[in-house]
């Protein structure tokens, strides 16, 4: 007896296709949400911005004279300068595609060019924090490296190659940090907290490692509201924001002094004024990215293209703000 199957009928039996698109797995995109200043206040447009900080007189202790004149101060500024340059991508679909797709093609594109947009606004704003201090646009100032949990500033360990196995973060990695904020009078955020922002894999060590277990959920906060959405617990006097976007450099050390096979991260601790940003106000920019379609101007009108840009610059206004810790991970990949 003959049977009829599937084989034989193969154009009848096919595979169905799910409607709704899919896409990578996404971070939580922050870096941008923690500038507090830009060049909204600004006096014209231009290709970069300064912020100026004005020193104060120190105290004045020494009684005058009775006769004698005092002897003028000399005041001083202090400008940071930031630099804006242009970012952006397309993409160019065909007629083609368009007409045969079982889904709707523009918005699978939309979708994937504006959070393009984002990710890399949020990579330019964390390579401006990786970057050392006296570059072009600012850079971090102060960094701390665990040397088994004691935070060391100085010496030959105090290098990125030179983090082992045992340079986990530490209550007085974090301690350090906050205690010299402290000590040079910076702002916290509603109070004395501070903010921060560490790898996942970094928050597994210092959860495990804090005393008392004193990691405080965002349940407690009298107001857990604002632009930190990514907020996940306190420790140490900082509020910390937890994300596989913090810092993470591959490979940096063998423990001894070079590269080997050594992940290590940047933990960031911010205070009030830390991070600011320029943006062009000229042409169509603005604060946040600019997304464009551009109409159909190829001769049958078939080739449709959509895409983002950007003119912005980011740096750190004041480098005293801001501490990197440099650490490794009991969980990272170190073999």
Known sequence: MADTTSTDYDTLVTATHHTVAMYDLRPQLFYDSLVELDNTESTHNGSSHNFNRYTDMPAQTTPLGEVADVTPVTLADLPRTVTVSEYGAA???????????????????????????????????????EAAAGTTNGGVLNVVYSDAGTPIVTGTEAARNRIGLADLI???????????????????????????VMHPDVAFDLRAAAPGNQWSDPHIYVDTSGVYNAVVGTFGGVRWMESPRASLFANASNGAGAGGNIDVYGSYVFAKQAFGKMFSKGDDYGRDPVFTSRPRIDHLERLQSKGWKHMVGYLVTREECVFRLETVSSIGVNA
């Open 91 to 129: 993409v160019q679909t065909s007629g083609f595609l368009r007409a045969t797709a079982y889904m709707e093609v523009n918005p699978i594109v939309s979708e994937i060019i504006g959070f393009n947009a984002g990710l890399s606004v949020d990579t330019i704003a964390r390579n401006r924090l």
């Open 170 to 196: 530490s209550a007085q990695v974090i301690n350090y940090a906050t205690a010299k904020l402290r000590g040079l009078s910076a702002m916290g955020f509603g109070g004395t907290t501070y903010f921060g």
